[in-house]
């Protein structure tokens, strides 16, 4: 990651703070992209701390005006090479219980705020001569997750926009991957679980957990590693590929 320029939406927490953090203590100079610009501070408070080199921009990613500036902003003075999409939002409920504002609300960050943040890059790429793009799915694209209907339809979508542009900007040299993680250990959980279990927190987290084969959910560290790989030259080979890391989630039921 030496000497290479970074965009990570949504890193202002969990997953998309560890994978900041992971790229910057890798030599990326790291653009901390969020709507919580008191969060992405702290980030980018931590980056400093061991060494790294990052700078922090307030952004609504379903505002594309918005994203365009922004990135306006990040691209002009250097280039950017790698762009992390993965600020996005969650909802629970199944079809007959999701509302149109509940499903236009997660269509427009999920989805439209990745093609956002995609169009913003993409020709700052091809003059560039090549990048990565890198969008976070989950495992609720592929597999019939209860009460998830409009988030698994959002990170359905973002598999098939993923393998698109892999394919039409092929000849630019731009890979785009996207990695499907299942349940990550992050404050989104603990605060859900505070939210609808008060006082049985412990025994629905390990209930959680237990929907991995293996046993626990995986660590945002982990998900970082993975980022950290597929968005670097030792995966120059790899486009067009959604990458699970579901402790045996899609593959091991049953």
Same mark, same amino acid.
């Given at each position: 990651?030496?000497?290479?320029?970074?965009?990570?939406?949504?890193?202002?927490?969990?997953?998309?703070?560890?994978?900041?953090?992971?790229?910057?203590?890798?030599?990326?100079?790291?653009?901390?992209?969020?709507?919580?610009?008191? /969060?992405?501070?702290?980030?980018?408070?931590?980056?400093?701390?061991?060494?790294?080199?990052?700078?922090?921009?307030?952004?609504?990613?379903?505002?594309?005006?918005?994203?365009?500036?922004?990135?306006?902003?990040?691209?002009?003075?250097?280039?950017?090479?790698?762009?992390?999409?993965?600020?996005?939002?969650?909802?629970?409920?199944?079809?007959?219980?999701?509302?149109?504002?509940?499903?236009?609300?997660?269509?427009?960050?999920?989805?439209?705020?990745?093609?956002?943040?995609?169009?913003?890059?993409?020709?700052?790429?091809?003059? /560039?001569?090549?990048?990565?793009?890198?969008?976070?799915?989950?495992?609720?694209?592929?597999?019939?997750?209860?009460?998830?209907?409009?988030?698994?339809?959002?990170?359905?979508?973002?598999?098939?926009?993923?393998?698109?542009?892999?394919?039409?900007?092929?000849?630019?040299?731009?890979?785009?991957?996207?990695?499907?993680? /299942?349940?990550?250990?992050?404050?989104?959980?603990?605060?859900?679980?505070?939210?609808?279990?008060?006082?049985?927190?412990?025994?629905?987290?390990?209930?959680?957990?237990?929907?991995?084969?293996?046993?626990?959910?995986?660590?945002?560290?982990?998900?970082?590693?993975?980022?950290?790989?597929?968005?670097?030259?030792?995966?120059?080979?790899?486009?067009?590929?959604?990458?699970?890391?579901?402790?045996?989630?899609?593959?091991?039921?049953?």
């Amino acid at each position: 990651m030496s000497g290479k320029a970074a965009i990570i939406t949504g890193a202002g927490s969990g997953i998309g703070r560890a994978i900041a953090i992971k790229f910057a203590a890798h030599g990326a100079y790291v653009n901390i992209v969020d709507l919580d610009s008191a /969060a992405a501070e702290k980030v980018a408070s931590e980056i400093s701390q061991t060494g790294g080199t990052s700078s922090v921009f307030h952004c609504d990613v379903s505002n594309q005006a918005q994203v365009k500036n922004v990135f306006q902003q990040i691209a002009q003075p250097k280039q950017i090479h790698i762009l992390v999409n993965n600020a996005g939002i969650s909802h629970i409920g199944k079809l007959e219980n999701t509302s149109e504002k509940d499903f236009d609300s997660v269509f427009r960050v999920n989805v439209k705020g990745f093609y956002n943040c995609m169009l913003a890059i993409v020709d700052h790429m091809k003059n /560039a001569g090549g990048g990565t793009i890198l969008n976070m799915a989950s495992v609720a694209a592929w597999a019939g997750l209860a009460d998830r209907f409009a988030y698994s339809m959002s990170k359905g979508a973002i598999v098939a926009m993923t393998y698109s542009v892999a394919r039409d900007y092929l000849p630019y040299k731009i890979r785009c991957n996207c990695i499907s993680p /299942a349940r990550v250990h992050t404050p989104f959980v603990d605060g859900y679980l505070r939210k609808n279990y008060p006082g049985r927190e412990a025994e629905m987290f390990a209930e959680l957990s237990a929907t991995q084969p293996i046993g626990r959910m995986a660590e945002p560290e982990e998900v970082a590693a993975l980022a950290l790989f597929l968005c670097s030259d030792e995966a120059a080979f790899i486009t067009g590929v959604d990458y699970p890391i579901d402790g045996g989630f899609l593959n091991l039921h049953g």
